[in-house]
């Protein structure tokens, strides 16, 4: 069954503090896995896209990683500022005859001044 | 902006009320979806439309009727609903269906309350 699992749950570190958002994926066959950025009241908005082949990106503050063997990524977010505050939503693309996308329940991070 | 609007942003109905959704996008996408996003679980996939024919319809009750008159614009059509469909509804579009590396693009979505 594909699936998507994040943790944690929520999290609330302190401004300035370096923070790991992780996603545990069971999703077959694997075409690429993105980040989104949900505000409150908002949609979710895409950060980052990672493919089979790639290990690591950057998007400024934030870092994806993806070990397509262990079927593990994580959004490392440095430098934590407020407005980071949001939930953190991992979503896997899987690709064979026709293209599905699974969401994961998200992260939701709360970052106190 | 994400070039996707939807209105209204709040919806309170009773469960014999009748209402609609609206969504439109501004990028000149050819796919257009409707998620349900309900507190800690994650978003469900209701419809997708592509070129304005419905492709997806994932075993949704029929209290929920969409609509996609051209692929600028979707409608979701509600009537007699339950107070467990009280959830934030989101509209996306994408350049494409089905593409691999699709990135979708979301409204700020409409918070609906069941009453």
């Known amino acids: 069954k594909n699936q998507v699992e994040q943790s944690p749950q929520s999290l609330i570190i302190l401004e300035g503090k370096n923070c790991t958002l992780q996603c545990n994926y069971t999703v077959s066959p694997f075409s690429n896995l993105r980040w989104y950025k949900q505000d409150t009241g908002r949609g979710p908005v895409s950060l980052t896209i990672m493919t089979f082949s790639e290990n690591t990106k950057s998007n400024g503050r934030y870092t994806a990683t993806l070990d397509a063997d262990t079927k593990q990524s994580s959004l490392h977010i440095t430098a934590s500022q407020l407005s980071d505050s949001a939930s953190y939503i991992c979503v896997v693309r899987a690709y064979s005859s026709a293209s599905k996308i699974i969401f994961g329940s998200g992260t939701r991070l709360s970052i106190r001044p | 902006e994400t070039g996707v609007t939807q209105t209204p942003r709040h919806l309170v109905m009773g469960m014999t009320n009748k209402k609609s959704l609206k969504c439109e996008q501004h990028l000149g996408h050819n796919a257009m979806y409707w998620y349900k996003q309900s507190a800690k679980k994650p978003l469900e996939l209701m419809f997708v439309?592509?070129?304005?024919?419905?492709?997806e319809n994932n075993s949704v009750p029929s209290r929920f009727s969409p609509e996609c008159p051209n692929s600028s614009h979707l409608f979701l059509y509600l009537h007699t609903l339950q107070p467990e469909d009280s959830a934030l509804y989101l509209c996306?579009?994408?350049?494409?269906?089905?593409?691999?590396?699709?990135?979708?693009?979301f409204g700020s979505g409409t918070q609906l309350s069941v009453l």
């Open positions: 439309y592509s070129l304005e024919e419905r492709v």
């Open positions: 996306a579009s994408s350049t494409s269906w089905g593409g691999r590396n699709e990135k979708l693009f």
